[in-house]
């Protein structure tokens, strides 16, 4: 059974950076695909990053060339560098799983099986 736990949220003020990580367990963690996806109060769940089990990832457009995603397959874990921070991207972030080879688009991942308790990210 696939557990997966966030952490590094907080609040930080716009410009500024966090880094979340996401803990796994339950095995066959690397050939699963990873993501990420945040859900503001009064919004749908979106996927903002992705990385499937070849190492290739992918952002959404509100985040490309400020968010990160990548995976330590060592110690099983997952992060989401977020720099250049601004108040829309104050949100719950959720680390997600699925145990295919590929997302193929951002807008799967609110529709994976495994998921965290979510971290708050609060940008002032």
């Known amino acids: 059974h696939v557990q997966l736990v966030e952490s590094g949220g907080g609040s930080v003020q716009a410009g500024g950076s966090l880094r979340l990580s996401c803990a796994s367990s339950?095995?066959?963690?690397?050939?699963?695909?990873m993501g990420w996806v945040r859900q503001a109060p009064g919004m749908e769940r979106d996927g903002v990053a992705a990385?499937?089990?070849?190492?290739?990832?992918r952002v959404a457009d509100s985040v490309k060339g400020r968010f990160t995603i990548s995976k330590d397959n060592a110690k099983n874990t997952l992060y989401l560098q977020m720099n250049r921070l601004k108040p829309e991207d104050s949100a719950m972030y959720y680390c997600?799983?699925?145990?295919?080879?590929?997302?193929?688009?951002?807008?799967?991942?609110?529709?994976?099986?495994?998921w965290g308790q979510g971290t708050q990210v609060t940008v002032s």
């Open positions: 990385i499937d089990s070849d190492g290739s990832t």
């Open positions: 997600v799983a699925d145990e295919v080879g590929s997302w193929f688009e951002l807008t799967n991942l609110p529709a994976a099986p495994y």
């Open positions: 339950g095995s066959i963690y690397d050939t699963m695909c």
